[in-house]
């Protein structure tokens, strides 16, 4: 098993800004998911991200708003751009290693 | 893309007694895993149980049993012996090599 540490646990930010949300594995990891969970409701993957290589979107999230970096096998960032209300949410990372997979402890934000 | 339904929004059990969760998958691969994981208030994902798609074996962890039809994409999570500290959102996730989706959740409640 492997252990994701992400930070920040939450914040509040100002609509207009950005938000980077990292990422830190203690194994080496070829393959990062990134999510976005709304409250009550299920994980909407964003995007994967391999190391060395651009990260793949799902169908409605674009590179622009939510570009991601995998500068290499132990860490990933995620960053809301030009954020709104709508982009409030909890953004969790993820990954695999042999037959497991994990998780992070999640991010909250709150767009003011 | 891969898809995983969970049927159920919310479930209920009185304690001690037994309840099955459902959830149906669709692929076109052939080696893939599935999960079910636990989300308590504090987010963690918590893993509950693991089955890989070529055992046929169903898998089992104390309490927990997952009843897997491969030929059906079924794979439903029996929780026997209820316990209070079982209440969570319960989700269905499939994992193949490049690729890990959830299926929107079922709020599971322990009655005492």
């Known amino acids: 098993s492997a252990v994701i540490s992400q930070k920040p646990s939450r914040d509040i930010c100002q609509r207009g800004t950005s938000l980077t949300i990292q990422c830190q594995v203690d194994s080496q990891v070829t393959m990062m998911f990134w999510y976005r969970q709304q409250p009550g409701q299920s994980l909407t993957l964003i995007a994967t991200a391999n190391q060395g290589s651009e990260a793949t979107y799902e169908s409605g999230f674009v590179i622009d708003k939510f570009p991601i970096s995998r500068p290499n096998l132990t860490f990933s960032t995620l960053t809301v751009s030009n954020m709104s209300p709508e982009d409030s949410s909890i953004y969790l990372c993820g990954s695999t290693l042999n037959t497991e997979a994990f998780f992070g402890q999640g991010t909250r934000l709150t767009v003011v | 893309a891969q898809t995983v339904t969970q049927s159920q929004p919310e479930m209920s059990v009185q304690e001690a007694e037994t309840v099955t969760l459902s959830c149906t998958y669709d692929?076109?691969?052939?080696?893939?895993?599935l999960f079910w994981y636990k989300q308590p208030p504090s987010r963690q994902m918590i893993l509950v149980i693991r089955q890989e798609a070529y055992k046929q074996q169903n898998a089992t962890e104390n309490r927990f049993s997952v009843n897997f039809q491969k030929a059906a994409k079924s794979f439903s999570l029996k929780i026997s012996d209820s316990q209070l500290g079982d209440a969570a959102m319960y989700f269905c996730?499939?994992?193949?090599?490049?690729?890990?989706?959830f299926g929107a959740g079922t709020r599971l409640t322990v009655k005492p």
């Open positions: 692929t076109s691969e052939s080696d893939y895993y």
């Open positions: 996730a499939y994992r193949s090599a490049g690729d890990m989706r």
